[in-house]
């Protein structure tokens, strides 16, 4: 059941949500477990087994975990570990790399007879491998007590305002939050009528990026992305900063509708961005994107693997490895690798260039120029993730060389744009340039109120701001239910 479906909007939300005050506290759980049950099964329900399936292996193991000492609890981690690794690299792998292995062997000259097996990912499976995963590393690292009522624990793994494509929520966090709920403790347990309409603000918002920005882009992106010989530079470069723009506000659109929909019932989820393209550096936008994945692959892989605490060589080889590895978490290909790599290789050259960044810009005066400065340093991390997205978008790495090297080895002629403007529908290219440049100057203020980060208009100015988002849904949203980029992963 998509987000921005009839099915979810006028049914299931208002019904989940209306049930879930009218019963008594001690049923709220079971009731949100079969909803998130039901949710996600509207999408292949056999594969709810997938995920009944990592639920009691994290579930026991968590016990059994807090239990043990020594050795014992680190080989129950480890067996944690590996069935949740397996699970996710069986479904989502297993073609790639039996496709990249006959490759290999063709390649030498020798016959490779191992077929594909045509499996089709289940949804999600990258998020909610992870979330559980976090529960048994944290029970181990004593940071979290184990879970003793396991329909609790599978409600933290389901929860479905952010089942499929999160954010990737800890322990700490949701399930302390369910428990709370459950027992009817905390003011956030109750109705509150200004914290229902904050969340439905924040879903409304979400619902404009989802449908205003995102899926209006996605039709120029297409068009170009998915014709890469046909296109030169003007419409490649346009179609490549739409694409940026379409998946922030894909993502960050289902995180608002999922952040609001938590919100109405009580729930605080992590925030999951904080407007990245505004970032002066690619660390800087790493810590305004997808922001549970980075602190994820953070905490549990770049730490351990020694951070930043080690001699150069090895620090470089940390973030390498960290960016390689969230690639391919994307996806099963190897643009998703190249994606991932090219970000680990702009963090390690800019340490890299820093003291000799430093020197230039102190030499040519900019540093007395602070507000040129940030702008200069926005716009440069804004072309490196722009360039980086190509290879997240194209089909393969084919088109991808094609992209680029139209990109810069073609003219940059008005007559490219022509073709692409008479080859989309009539004003799509310019309703959708003009409403993602109003997006852009919009959402750094909007994002703040939806945050509660600064206050919001209240009263009739207010309640004009938020009917502008609805009025500019109805009329300039792009309806069809199409499915969120991150629900592939």
Known sequence: ????????????????????????????????????????????????????????????????????????????????????????????????????????????????????????????????????????????????????????????????????????????????????????????????????????????????KKLVIADRCAVVVDQVYNAPDHYGALSIALATYLFAVQIYCDFSGYTDIALGAARVMGFNLMVNFRTPYLSRNISEFWSRWHISLSSWFRDYLYIPLGGNRVVKWRWYYNLLVVFLVSGLWHGADWTYVIWGGLHGSYLILAIVFAPLLARITKGIGLDALPKAKRWLNIFITVQLASFAWIFFRAANIHDASTLIHRLFGTAATLDDLRALYKELPRGMLDVTVLLTLLFMAMDPVVDAWVKREKAAPRGLWGTMAYAALLVGILLFGYFGATSFIYFQF
């Open 1 to 208: 059941m998509l987000f921005n479906s009839f099915e979810f909007i006028c049914i299931f939300f208002p019904l989940v949500t209306g049930l879930y005050f009218v019963l008594p506290h001690r049923w709220r759980w079971l009731l949100l477990l079969v909803a998130s049950c039901w949710f996600y099964m509207t999408f292949v329900p056999v594969y709810i087994l997938i995920l009944a399936f990592t639920i009691l292996v994290d579930y026991f193991a968590g016990l059994w975990i807090e239990r043990s000492e020594g050795r014992r609890r680190k080989l129950l981690l480890t067996a944690s570990i590996v069935a949740n690794v397996g699970v996710l690299a069986f479904f989502k792998y297993f073609n790639f790399l039996n496709e990249s292995i006959a490759a290999l062997v063709r390649g030498l000259g020798f016959n490779y007879g191992v077929p594909d097996l045509g499996i089709l990912l289940p949804i999600g499976l990258s998020f909610h491998t992870f979330q559980s995963l976090s529960y048994t590393i944290e029970v181990y690292r004593g940071h979290q007590q184990a879970e003793r009522r396991p329909g609790i624990f599978a409600l933290y793994v389901m929860f479905y305002p952010q089942l499929v494509a999160g954010p990737i929520e800890r322990p700490a966090n949701l399930l302390n939050q369910i428990n709370s709920r459950t027992e009817g403790t905390g003011m956030r347990a109750r109705f509150d009528a200004d914290r229902v309409i904050e969340g439905l603000k924040q879903m409304l918002w979400g619902f404009f």
